[in-house]
């Protein structure tokens, strides 16, 4: 481990020294600065008799020195360090005896929704927790990594769609990333620490379609509340709560993205707050993030870091991959089966076993199980438990990114420049600065002419997360691990841009019309099931997506606020769009087309609905799967985007309802 350490120290040398020369020498001269400064202490006759102490010189000083180097150059090689701290922590937990093999419940996945569940439900029964990650290292709390961590094997499942027909076409075969964490914490381990509750009236729509008040959006706004602790841009709205588990705070904000909300007020638009008590209206906001001290605080750090070894009635389980649900010849769920270090073991509920691996995970276990479209198992040859219709309505929250727009020096975020020793020092201290910024830093939502058209005047069907996200000397392994852009629209289009302050905004659908399909590979648990959103198939959306990217340009180009920054995007057709007029509708639409990303709210795979006549459901309102006894789905799968975007602060909330269902079936 030594060896590797030191060849991690000689990796990261060569790598700043070659491509962040800047970095390198602006670290070498600090370093001459400290000399100097201990050199000349050392020479002082009065050091001994005010107690100077050479201890916290090293600290303040030296110590976010090097912590400067080591983030710059670590960056090439975040999958290398993840790995080996996976490495020593399996292990660990391969020393540990284990005795213990049956349980009162059964918690698979330790993400937003599982962790909540685990940490709830073991206050007063036996819990198993399974999670196929470890621990998330501390290099994850820093937020202005967030889209440096997307797209490595030890801490992300590494989703891919299949090739998409009618978008992606600017992503390599026309492939679409779709990052999910593989980590304690899960998603919020690795997310954007972005805190928004989303169209939280969609919960109306459940209470009432399914005939459970339990949903109705005046109590999930409770349980929302009860959740916070609030320090965020709306800190006197009634809307939210203090000293609760989830710790809330204002992000960050360049000098570019307060010109995007001056921007906004401009064109007669309401500063307002994107997670509302009612119905969400038009309007930009500031964004809110999930850290504590400028550090992310997932669902761990939330819900399991302080019970995980103090808590005897919870048990957790780190790289252990569920492979099936064991069903008994009633459809009962008595436990699962999983595999951990290369060996398959069993683990047995007494209770219930409930599913929180995520919206694609949970969907193929129970379809490896023999829960999901009866033609499709058999088809596999896999014996049918229950014919339901398992990843029949896969939903995805997703849009456009466009950009790259230029701006002065000095507005945006650039790495090379913005990740120093001032910064980090101040991010240490107090918890912001530019490094305390996922590089979402706001946002705006409003009503297409279309949906005003057909009479939802409330209706806020377009939803623009603003990137302060400059192109510096790392974007095209950034670009093309986060989101796959092709090399060819990176040189000579994105590329374009290198050097400049700049920024980028990912204009997306809030509730496509159009939703996909997720299918197994095979039999095989550990392929990676097939994932077709089938972006841009329905008209409407690709009528709305251009409606949003015309708005979004018109914004920068022609508003005061943007104007005083020189701001405008880069005046180069899209590569593979020359053959349209430039800037008109054919135009844009090729641009969506090409550039098309998620916004990470892949749901819907086995959503809520009143009983089995319902051709879409899966589980019952108490998240309970039909045809089964003692198995809950309990995660993104259960909502639809066209209701409820499965945001992690909604997942949480969701789980803390699912646990008082669970709570109150078990009463001791």
Same mark, same amino acid.
């Given at each position: 481990?030594?060896?590797?350490?030191?060849?991690?120290?000689?990796q990261?040398?060569?790598?700043?020294?070659?491509?962040?020369?800047?970095v390198?020498?602006?670290?070498?001269?600090?370093?001459?600065?400290?000399?100097?400064? &201990?050199?000349?202490?050392?020479?002082? *006759?009065?050091?001994?008799n005010?107690?100077?102490?050479?201890?916290?010189?090293?600290?303040?000083l030296?110590?976010?020195?090097?912590?400067?180097?080591?983030?710059?150059?670590?960056?090439?090689?975040?999958?290398?360090?993840?790995?080996?701290?996976?490495?020593? *922590?399996?292990?660990?937990?391969?020393?540990?005896?284990?005795?213990?093999?049956?349980?009162?419940?059964?918690?698979?996945?330790?993400?937003s929704?599982?962790?909540?569940?685990?940490?709830?439900?073991?206050?007063?029964?036996?819990?198993?927790?399974?999670? +196929?990650?470890?621990s998330?290292?501390?290099l994850?709390?820093?937020?202005?990594?967030?889209? +440096?961590?997307?797209?490595?094997s030890?801490?992300?499942?590494?989703?891919?769609?299949?090739?998409?027909?009618?978008?992606c076409?600017?992503?390599?075969?026309?492939?679409?990333?779709?990052?999910?964490?593989?980590?304690?914490?899960?998603?919020?381990?690795i997310?954007?620490?972005?805190?928004?509750?989303?169209?939280?009236?969609?919960?109306?729509?459940?209470?009432?379609?399914t005939?459970?008040?339990?949903?109705?959006?005046?109590?999930?706004?409770?349980?929302?509340k009860?959740?916070?602790?609030?320090?965020?841009?709306?800190?006197?709205?009634?809307?939210?709560?203090?000293g609760?588990?989830?710790?809330?705070?204002?992000?960050?904000?360049? @000098?570019?993205?307060?010109?995007?909300l001056?921007?906004g007020?401009?064109?007669?638009?309401?500063?307002?707050?994107?997670?509302?008590?009612?119905?969400?209206t038009?309007g930009?906001?500031?964004?809110?993030?999930?850290?504590?001290?400028?550090?992310?605080?997932?669902?761990?750090?939330?819900?399991?870091?302080?019970?995980?070894h103090?808590?005897?009635?919870? &048990?957790?389980?780190?790289?252990?991959?569920?492979?099936?649900?064991?069903?008994?010849?009633k459809?009962?769920?008595?436990?699962?089966?999983?595999?951990?270090?290369?060996?398959?073991k069993?683990?047995?509920?007494?209770?219930?076993?409930i599913?929180?691996?995520?919206?694609?995970?949970s969907?193929?276990?129970?379809?490896?199980?023999?829960?999901?479209?009866?033609?499709?198992?058999?088809?596999?040859?896999?014996?049918?438990?229950?014919?339901?219709?398992?990843?029949?309505?896969?939903?995805?929250?997703?849009?456009?990114?466009?950009?790259?727009?230029?701006?002065?020096?000095?507005?945006?975020?650039v790495l090379?420049?913005?990740?120093?020793?001032?910064?980090?020092? *101040?991010?240490?201290?107090?918890?912001?600065?530019?490094?305390?910024?996922?590089?979402?830093?706001?946002?705006?939502?409003?009503?297409?002419?279309?949906?005003?058209?057909?009479?939802?005047a409330?209706?806020?069907?377009?939803?623009?997360?603003?990137?302060?996200?400059s @192109?510096?000397?790392?974007?095209?392994?950034?670009?093309?691990?986060?989101?796959?852009?092709?090399?060819?629209?990176?040189?000579?289009?994105?590329?374009? +841009?290198?050097?400049?302050?700049?920024?980028?905004?990912?204009?997306?659908?809030?509730?496509?019309?159009?939703?996909g399909?997720? $299918?197994?590979?095979?039999?095989?648990?550990?392929?990676?099931p097939?994932?077709?959103?089938?972006?841009?198939?329905?008209?409407?959306?690709?009528?709305?997506?251009?409606?949003?990217?015309?708005?979004?340009?018109?914004?920068?180009?022609?508003?005061?606020?943007?104007?005083e920054?020189?701001?405008?995007? @880069?005046?180069?057709?899209?590569?593979?769009?020359?053959?349209?007029?430039?800037?008109?509708?054919?135009y844009?639409?090729?641009?969506? $087309?090409?550039?098309?990303?998620?916004?990470?709210k892949?749901?819907?795979?086995?959503? @809520?609905?009143?009983?089995?006549?319902?051709?879409?459901?899966?589980?019952?309102?108490?998240?309970?799967?039909?045809?089964?006894?003692?198995? $809950?789905?309990?995660?993104a799968?259960?909502?639809?985007?066209?209701?409820?975007p499965?945001?992690?602060?909604?997942m949480?909330?969701? +789980? *803390?309802?699912?646990?008082?269902?669970?709570?109150?079936?078990?009463?001791?």
């Open positions: 481990m030594q060896q590797l350490f030191f060849k991690f120290i000689i990261n040398l060569y790598y700043v020294y070659n491509h962040h020369p800047g390198f020498f602006s670290v070498s001269l600090q370093l001459q600065r400290i000399r100097r400064i &201990r050199e000349y202490l050392r020479n002082m *006759e009065y050091i001994n005010n107690n100077l102490n050479y201890g916290d010189i090293q600290q303040q030296i110590v976010p020195t090097i912590a400067q180097f080591l983030i710059i150059g670590s960056l090439n090689f975040l999958g290398q360090i993840f790995s080996m701290w996976n490495d020593v *922590e399996s292990a660990s937990d391969a020393r540990t005896k284990r005795e213990l093999d049956t349980f009162d419940f059964i918690v698979v996945g330790a993400g929704a599982g962790a909540v569940v685990a940490n709830r439900l073991s206050k007063f029964h036996n819990v198993l927790l399974l999670e +196929a990650g470890g998330p290292h501390w994850l709390q820093i937020p202005s990594l967030t889209f +440096a961590v997307h797209g490595l030890p801490i992300d499942w590494k989703w891919t769609t299949v090739p998409q027909k009618e978008a076409f600017g992503l390599n075969n026309n492939v679409s990333l779709w990052p999910q964490g593989k980590v304690l914490g899960g998603t919020s381990s997310n954007a620490v972005v805190a928004i509750r989303g169209s939280v009236q969609g919960f109306d729509v459940i209470a009432n379609t005939g459970d008040p339990s949903w109705k959006l005046k109590n999930i706004l409770r349980i929302l009860g959740m916070e602790d609030y320090h965020g841009y709306f800190d006197k709205d009634r809307s939210h709560g203090k609760g588990d989830l710790s809330i705070e204002k992000a960050d904000l360049r @000098i570019v993205t307060q010109k995007f001056a921007a007020k401009e064109l007669n638009f309401k500063i307002r707050d994107a997670s509302t008590y009612g119905p969400v038009d930009f906001a500031p964004m809110d993030y999930n850290v504590k001290n400028g550090r992310r605080w997932s669902s761990y750090d939330n819900y399991l870091k302080d019970i995980i103090s808590r005897q009635s919870l &048990r957790v389980e780190r790289f252990a991959t569920v492979t099936k649900v064991l069903l008994d010849d459809n009962r769920a008595y436990g699962v089966e999983y595999v951990q270090r290369g060996k398959t069993r683990a047995i509920a007494e209770k219930e076993v599913l929180s691996a995520s919206s694609i995970k969907a193929q276990i129970i379809m490896l199980s023999g829960i999901g479209p009866k033609d499709h198992l058999e088809e596999l040859g896999i014996p049918v438990k229950v014919d339901l219709p398992v990843g029949k309505n896969l939903q995805d929250k997703y849009g456009a990114l466009v950009g790259p727009f230029i701006v002065n020096p000095g507005t945006s975020f090379d420049r913005d990740i120093n020793f001032r910064t980090l020092r *101040e991010w240490q201290l107090y918890g912001t600065g530019p490094i305390q910024s996922s590089r979402i830093e706001a946002c705006n939502t409003f009503s297409s002419s279309y949906a005003k058209r057909d009479g939802y409330y209706f806020q069907d377009i939803h623009t997360y603003f990137l302060a996200w @192109i510096d000397s790392r974007f095209k392994q950034a670009l093309s691990q986060a989101f796959n852009v092709n090399e060819k629209i990176l040189k000579n289009y994105i590329g374009k +841009a290198k050097g400049f302050d700049s920024f980028f905004q990912m204009t997306t659908l809030n509730y496509p019309f159009g939703s399909e997720m $299918r197994l590979k095979d039999r095989n648990p550990h392929s990676q097939l994932l077709d959103p089938k972006y841009l198939q329905h008209p409407r959306d690709v009528e709305v997506l251009v409606e949003a990217i015309k708005f979004s340009v018109n914004l920068v180009e022609n508003t005061t606020s943007f104007q920054i020189n701001a405008k995007l @880069i005046p180069i057709p899209l590569p593979g769009c020359e053959v349209h007029v430039y800037r008109s509708d054919s844009w639409e090729c641009f969506g $087309r090409h550039l098309t990303i998620t916004a990470y892949y749901c819907a795979t086995t959503p @809520i609905g009143k009983d089995r006549s319902d051709p879409r459901a899966v589980v019952d309102s108490k998240l309970r799967v039909f045809g089964t006894k003692g198995l $809950r789905i309990v995660d799968s259960v909502l639809e985007n066209k209701l409820i499965a945001y992690h602060v909604t949480e909330a969701v +789980a *803390e309802l699912a646990s008082a269902f669970i709570l109150n079936d078990w009463k001791i």
